[in-house]
């Protein structure tokens, strides 16, 4: 017996898509990140301007002198379109902390800098995703989108700390 995959909730949704955008260290995986997060038609604002998908992502992907990035989610609120449901659409907020490590070294370690922000999402099922034909196996369909986006960052690189001599 065969059953649909469930779809994770919009607070999971929303964590596990804009990680793997700060997390892509390819330009590859960066596009294909966007696109499975941000509709086609989607509205970005990024501290107050709007901007293009493509802006968002280089934005958010950083660069690709990247070695690491952790992503820390310190509060999320979830707003379903309807009551009840945590799945299919709603409004997501979330405050979260991005820590990348770069592979240039500074005086012998990785420079790295620290992101702080603010990202309101209105998720939903994007109409321009086309829905695969039915297979007697069933798969896995995610229509949803982030159909409006809304963020406020701010990027600060971390002090580099030089080496200082011990004296024994």
Known sequence: MSSNIVLPNLSSWVQSHFTAIVQSTTQADLQTAVANF?????????????????????LSGDTFEELSATVTFDNIVVSPATAGDLTTAG??????????VQKLRVLGGNASSKVTGSLNVTVGPDPT????????????FDPRRV??????????????????????
């Open 129 to 140: 995703i086309p829905k695969p034909p039915s297979s007697p196996i069933h798969g896995f």
């Open 38 to 58: 941000l509709a086609k038609n989607a509205t970005v604002v990024v501290n107050g301007a709007q901007i293009s998908q493509s802006n968002f992502g280089a």
């Open 147 to 168: 159909l409006a986006l809304n963020e406020v960052r701010i990027a600060v690189q971390n002090p580099v700390v030089p080496p200082t001599a011990t004296t024994q």
């Open 91 to 100: 409004s997501v907020g979330v405050f979260y902390t991005a820590e990348i």
